[in-house]
């Protein structure tokens, strides 16, 4: 069964570094694009993002770029969400996510599989 | 403001069928057939319901439906059941702001 698993909660100061991370497993990781979706405590779903881990190809939501980096290291199936230097705004719950894909190789718009959620916190 | 606008909940007894809506726009669900819809139970990750508007992925109930007509989308659940209690968002592909794709709020619904 396909599965995604991401890393555990972090708990971090205003200005501090992060990586957090998404494993892959049961399909062909580096062919599926893997988008980082984030959920602020009482607000929307925001798609953040994607990367094709098999080229690294990245696309990021204009809200978000330049504030995070997306990156994979295909030897360990795991993709990766960063930050250089956190914002109390950035508390949140972060998922990844697998892009759906049609039966004839072209990426779809929805996440058929998802991570379980990495609970980022922020604070001082 | 969402993306998409989704009522905050939608409430039936067992048996029922309920029809949650997600309204957007010409640049997204009117524009396009990228309509899609997951399910969340608490703590749980989202699940994949409906996706290109009225497909279900294998393993899910047919009495999950979906469809469109102009801006808005629907999700149905037919023959309510207990395990149906989570909240579900809409979600469809859009052309502005360089986005792939916006969300809605969500919608709890609540079997009674």
């Known amino acids: 069964e396909v599965q995604l698993v991401q890393s555990g909660a972090e708990v971090k100061k205003p200005g501090e570094s992060l990586k957090i991370a998404c494993k892959g497993s049961?399909?062909?990781?580096?062919?599926?694009?893997i988008g980082w979706v984030r959920r602020v405590p009482g607000k929307d779903l925001e798609w953040m993002g994607i990367?094709?881990?098999?080229?690294?190809?990245?696309r990021y939501s204009p809200s978000f770029q330049g504030h995070v980096t997306f990156s994979v290291d295909k030897s360990v199936s795991t993709a990766y969400l960063q930050w250089s230097s956190l914002k109390a705004s950035d508390t949140a719950i972060y998922y990844c996510?697998?892009?759906?894909?049609?039966?004839?190789?072209?990426?779809?718009?929805?996440?058929?599989?998802w991570g379980q959620g990495t609970l980022v916190t922020v604070s001082s | 403001q969402s993306a998409l606008t989704q009522p905050a909940s939608v409430s039936g007894s067992p048996g029922q069928s309920i029809t949650i809506s997600c309204t957007g726009a010409s640049s997204d669900i009117g524009g396009y057939n990228f309509v899609s819809w997951y399910q969340q139970h608490p703590g749980k990750a989202p699940r994949l319901m409906i996706y290109?508007?009225?497909n279900r992925p294998s393993g899910v109930s047919d009495r999950f439906s979906g469809s469109k007509s102009g801006n808005t989308a629907s999700l149905t659940i037919s023959g309510l059941q207990t395990e149906d209690e989570a909240h579900y968002y809409c979600?469809?592909?859009?052309?502005?702001?360089?986005?792939?794709?916006?969300f809605g709020g969500g919608t709890k619904v609540t079997v009674l």
């Open positions: 996510a697998r892009r759906g894909m049609t039966i004839f190789g072209v990426a779809e718009y929805f996440y058929d599989f």
């Open positions: 290109d508007v009225n």
């Open positions: 049961e399909y062909g990781f580096s062919s599926y694009w």
């Open positions: 990367i094709y881990p098999g080229d690294s190809d990245t």
């Open positions: 979600s469809s592909y859009t052309d502005i702001n360089n986005l792939e794709v916006v």
